[in-house]
């Protein structure tokens, strides 16, 4: 079992940022993958970053150039910076932890993103 810790979600105006940090605990596996999703009423939950433990990143298109993810493993932790925010970044943003070996997917409670405009 993998527990996740977030923090840093909260109220800001456009063109602002946040910071979101998520903290991993329990059955860490060397092989993972930590990521960030977002989910708004009525909509999927979809994928805003992932990296992976040797560092490779990928991002929604919507993400690219204003978001940034990185990690630190000595921590088990996983950052989201974001930068000139927008009204449609709107959401909660759930932290997910991804065990490669045994396939298996962990989320976080949940924290909410509201940017004003």
């Known amino acids: 079992q993998v527990q996740l810790v977030e923090s840093g979600g909260g109220l800001v105006q456009a063109g602002g940022s946040l910071r979101l940090s998520c903290v991993a605990s329990?059955?860490?596996?060397?092989?993972?993958?930590m990521g960030w999703y977002r989910q708004t009423p009525g909509k999927q939950r979809e994928l805003v970053a992932a990296?992976?433990?040797?560092?490779?990143?990928n991002y929604a298109v919507s993400a690219k150039g204003r978001f940034t993810i990185s990690r630190d493993n000595a921590k088990n932790t996983v950052y989201l910076q974001m930068n000139s925010l927008r009204p449609d970044d709107t959401a909660v943003y759930y932290c997910?932890?991804?065990?490669?070996?045994?396939?298996?997917?962990?989320w976080g409670q949940g924290t909410q993103v509201t940017v004003s405009s």
């Open positions: 329990g059955s860490i596996s060397t092989l993972n993958k």
């Open positions: 997910n932890f991804r065990d490669q070996w045994a396939n298996l997917n962990y």
């Open positions: 990296v992976t433990v040797g560092g490779s990143t």
